[in-house]
DNA sequence: TGTACATCAGTGAACGCGCGTTCACTGATGTAC
DNA sequence: TGTACATCAGTGAACGCGCGTTCACTGATGTAC
């Protein structure tokens, strides 16, 4: 990104419109692509996102997505790592090195999981929905990783509370809070789809099942505060 | 093509094929479009199923599935319909009134649910993953409903092994389960899709989280055997 | 500082394709009598 | 038992549409000199 020197992301695009980066050709292609593909899966879900219709929302022709991704997968597979990116940014500024202890970060990793599922659908479904294989590109791994790793390491530091004779791996821990993390963001998480009635929000059901698991590792959280 | 009164289902069509109803016009359409929705899915994920396939792969014309089903999403959710009531009971078989003790039936139920994802991801997909609002059908509604049921009892069960002072609610501690199995299956129990490689199957990580959760609400579950 | 030139992002026209949907129709079926 | 008729499942041709993709092109940019 941001290849000229005098930058050009001065104003925004999409949306509120405001077609910001004039100058000449378009300014920043890729990144309104992305942007667009972003407005367009959150609108319509993942499968509902066309090259062609990216590139009308970028407001240039439907041959110029081409320079800058192979094709539609790639540009998926694009948006998948950015959300992973964005994804680890904000898990890990939840966790906080588990301050102020590890039971009460864990509480707010989970809450901060579900904000993301619900507050940023089209990264979520690229992540996990869209049906991108990991292994399309190395770095789209990496960054799946890396935000996975954030998980591993809170669960590690709440692992190391317990005596040392009693510990569970902390990946299995990280695996199946993540797993039901997931499951709620997917049943439960989001507005319209597969709408779901609860008697209590996302959160909660969260909140309440990790400190089911926790007692059952023998971890005494505090519970939050 | 093939109008002939005679001819016509001898040969079998989509998959392990038998058309049983043969004699006039196609005999079962509905079903065997249906079958075809399931084997296009499978192949190509909820998305990537069309009308007009399901309908060359019943051998009749574009315009034939119009006779049964408004439009796609009519098909789509009588897919789920029907996977819905498979999926009961298959559960309903795996818990088997909670013999030969809760504790166990629930590990059998938890496999049998990811077993389901898993040679079912067509049914599963449409059921969880193809965004057909539940509301879509009072039908669609009451099937996902009856199978959550399952669940909602056989938590019940387990809950009824509490002494009647400290037992949670079993709806609460239905919804957790749902959730991280749906969150392994979604995750980790398909084949192909989103692989992320894990230290060990879906079913030891699932199992290994129902026994610590259990453990959590302070069920002393015997385990398996 | 100015000019010529290579680079390259985006154009716009064109294409083939498959989809969803409609329409008047046809041929098989069941049934009233 | 036979016949006339209503019903209705499936036909096939047609349509408009939007998508993905290609192509030779053009016009803005950066830069070597």
């Known amino acids: 990104m941001s290849w000229s020197k005098s930058d050009r992301d ?10 910001g980066p004039r100058g000449y050709h378009h300014g920043n292609l890729k990144e309104a692509l992305i942007r667009a593909a ?8 993942p ?17 110029a997505p081409y320079r800058h991704f192979r094709d539609r997968d ?9 959300g992973f990116e964005v994804f680890e940014q904000t898990l890990a500024r939840a966790w906080d090195s588990g301050r102020p202890n590890p039971g009460v970060a864990m509480d707010r990793l ?6 993301f599922a619900r507050s940023e659908p089209a990264y ?5 929905e869209a049906g991108v294989p990991p292994d399309t590109n190395p770095e789209l791994r990496a960054a799946g ?14 692992t190391a509370t317990l005596p040392a004779g009693s510990r569970p791996p902390a990946l299995m821990m990280a695996l199946h809070i993540w797993s ?44 939050p505060g």
Chains 1, 2 share one sequence.
């Open 10 to 19: 001065g104003t925004d695009r999409e949306g509120a419109g405001r077609d």
């Open 38 to 45: 972003l407005e367009l899966i959150a609108q319509k879900g």
């Open 47 to 63: 499968a509902g996102f066309t090259f062609a219709e990216a590139a009308r929302w970028a407001g240039v022709s439907p041959a």
């Open 74 to 82: 790639e540009l998926m597979a694009d948006v998948a790592r950015r």
């Open 110 to 115: 989970g809450k901060a999981y579900l904000a």
């Open 124 to 128: 979520y479904s690229a992540m996990f």
């Open 145 to 158: 990783d890396r935000a996975f790793a954030v998980l591993r390491h809170a669960a590690e530091a709440l």
């Open 180 to 223: 039901m993390a997931h499951g709620i963001a997917a049943l439960f998480g989001r507005g319209d789809n597969a709408r779901r009635s609860l008697p209590m929000t996302p959160e909660e059901l969260l909140e309440a099942g990790m400190l089911v698991y926790l007692q059952g590792l023998g971890l005494r959280t505090a519970g």
